[in-house]
């Protein structure tokens, strides 16, 4: 038996939504890939995977939005300060939301789809592989799920690891590009190190004081099949907008 493989001569890639990054990777994140944004609390990661979010709206992809530590309308508000009112893309179904906050704080929501219990990865997986097949399975599209560390507070290290697995298999089987934020420190160094080695590509953030101001930086730490140049960027919120330059700007 015999197997003919399609595969591209280029290999495709989807813009990050920022330009200094996507020039550093080539063009932008791979397609597909499964990419790890962590970093500490309070570095604004939240809003720079929205940033991506709006930027592959913007480009016709289906976006899969997994919230397990806030509502979906607290996302909508966070992006519209930001100038990115997504709204019509949830009314023509191009956004779609996975709550797994609203049903267990007896809230009502707006997604399409809930996870009832996001701490059991049973639960979990079923709810996503259930959202992925409706919503991805005909063109593939983006996933971003926020927090990783939200659930995986909870969760023991096989059950970690399982779930992993599944989604960096699920980015080939939907042929998507999935964004998972982590806030480090939720669990202990050798999940943190399965996390990076388990993605394709890694993204880290930073926050230091610079003359009694909190300084926020970004690097590349890990992206497969790419040349890239592993020197921090800073980036700052300010006037409605994210703007990532050189670290000495």
Not at 212 to 225: G, N, Q
Request: with cysteine; proline share 4%; charged share 25%.
């Amino acid at each position: 038996m015999s197997f003919i493989y399609d595969i591209p001569e280029q290999e495709e890639r989807i813009s990050t939504g920022y330009e200094i990054l996507d020039k550093m990777l080539s063009g932008g994140f791979p397609w597909p890939s499964s990419i790890l944004l962590i970093g500490p609390i309070g570095t604004g990661k939240t809003s720079l995977a929205q940033g991506f979010v709006w930027s592959c709206l913007n480009k016709g992809k289906t976006v899969l939005y997994v919230t397990v530590d806030t509502p979906p309308t607290d996302i909508v508000r966070n992006m519209m300060s930001f100038g990115w009112d997504p709204r019509p893309y949830i009314d023509s179904g191009q956004l779609v939301f996975v709550d797994g906050f609203s049903p267990r704080v007896g809230l009502e929501t707006m997604a399409k789809y809930i996870i009832n219990d996001p701490f059991s990865v049973d639960d979990t997986l079923h709810s996503l592989l259930f959202a992925e097949g409706e919503t991805l399975r005909e063109n593939g599209g983006v996933m971003v799920f926020s927090h990783l560390s939200t659930i995986m507070f909870t969760w023991h290290r096989r059950e970690i690891i399982k779930f992993m697995e599944r989604m960096h298999a699920d980015t080939r089987k939907f042929n998507g590009v999935y964004l998972f934020i982590y806030n480090e420190n939720v669990k202990d160094k050798q999940i943190e190190n399965f996390l990076a080695q388990t993605t394709d590509v890694v993204i880290r953030t930073a926050k230091e004081w610079v003359k009694d101001r909190i300084a926020l930086y970004l690097w590349i730490d890990k992206c497969l099949k790419t040349v890239y140049e592993k020197r921090k960027l800073r980036y700052y919120f300010e006037k409605g907008r994210i703007r990532i330059v050189e670290s000495g700007e």
